[in-house]
């Protein structure tokens, strides 16, 4: 008779792991002051005070900046958006090159051609997954005007190499922090090592206002263009008397009074949230890197892993499966979570490449790639990033049982999980 569910065997467990929640009655308290005071946004697309905002927008940004020790922070509705206006702070122009990571979410990689430049795909380091220095250096042109850095995962990348290699070649470093909210890399967070710091407050983050972003930058300029992008900015060039307007049409990325006011509170919370995550983290590595062939993350010592999700590898050639029927099969031991039902917190390869989307494989965006201001020729085939291709095609899964609100039953039934489809692998094959 079959051991394994996926066989026809009894699960581990049946009972949905509990709801992810980091919301409580600290930011319905907000949100009713914010509703009974019939304000829920205070932004003006003109010249005038309120063009920066409402009260608590700007209280946020305040505490935000705070928080992590810079001159400015600026609120924006998504990570996706903060983004967009970070190349466009930066002067990103059509004909430019934006050196990018293939391993992240697509928003990441498709910032530069907002406005009209071409990415370029680094393969990412085999063990952080962040941008890998050496592969960055054989990208750099004529044409390369920043690298946009993604700290994946939570863990930040190799900054100081790559600081140095936007030093020597006089490069903006925009960091993509989404996932990676007080990470540190050699005791600086993440997010204020380059020019610019992008994070998410999308409602799956480590704290969220349901849709939601901040940039923080100590560059004057930048952040005046940032503010110009965020909220019609073609419209207040003049009464500010702003010199160089290049990149200042602006947009409509301003966040609510609403959806500050949850952050507000989010942000208090964020420290002791990451310790759980760290915790829980800590006690899945073990008890999973007890498994022969499965590798867990790997931290340099002077860097804080924030773990958005939790990365291993699954090594074929020492467990004999394949990680996608193994990964399977663990999942069929295991349930998902309420209100998550329909998608497992368990996961194989995180993403496609992204340079082997449509996209790219088309050239579908023409002011980027055919545009005539463009001299370069930019390479998307399969086989460019090699590390990224084997994470995605053979060995990464993530796991997401680190979240607050895991117990430690929680986590022993995932552990005995992989270790009943371990024990049980001939059945798979």
Known sequence: MAKLAIKGGTPVRKKLFPLYNTIGKEEKRAVMKVLDSGNLSHFLGAWHKDFYGGPVVQQFQK?????????????????TSGLYASIGACGIKPGDEVIVSPYTMTASALAPMIYGAVPVFADVDYDNYGLDPESIKKCISPRT??????????????????????????????????????????????????????????????????????????????????????????????????????NTHGFNFRMTEIEAAIGIEQLKKLPALIEKRLLNAKYMAKELGKIKGIIPPAVEVFSKHVYYVQPFK?????????????????????????????????????????????????????????CEKYKGKVDYSKGICPNAEKLYFEELFTNEYIRPGMSKADMDDVVEAFNKVNKYKNELI
């Open 63 to 79: 505490d935000w900046a705070g928080v992590f020790g810079t001159k400015h922070a600026i609120a924006v509705n998504s990570n």
């Open 145 to 246: 005007k920043a690298i946009l850095v993604v700290h994946i995962f939570g863990n930040p990348a190799r900054m100081d190499e790559i600081m140095a290699i936007a030093k020597k070649h006089n490069l903006y470093v925009i960091e993509d922090c989404a996932q990676s909210p007080m990470a540190k890399y050699k005791n600086k967070y993440a997010g204020t090592i380059g020019d610019v710091g992008v994070f998410s407050l999308n409602y799956h983050k480590h704290v969220h206002t349901g849709e939601g972003g901040v940039i923080i930058t100590n560059n004057d300029k930048i952040a005046e263009k940032l503010h110009l992008i965020r909220n019609h900015g073609e419209n207040v060039v003049e009464p500010m008397r702003v010199k160089d307007i290049m």
């Open 314 to 370: 699954l090594k074929k050639q020492i467990i004999g499966v394949n990680r996608n029927i193994f990964i399977d099969a663990v999942k069929a031991e295991i349930p998902s979570a309420v209100l998550r039902e329909d998608t497992p917190l368990l996961s194989v390869g995180y993403v496609k490449p992204l340079y082997l989307q449509p996209i790219y494989q088309k050239r579908a965006m023409h002011c980027s790639f055919n």
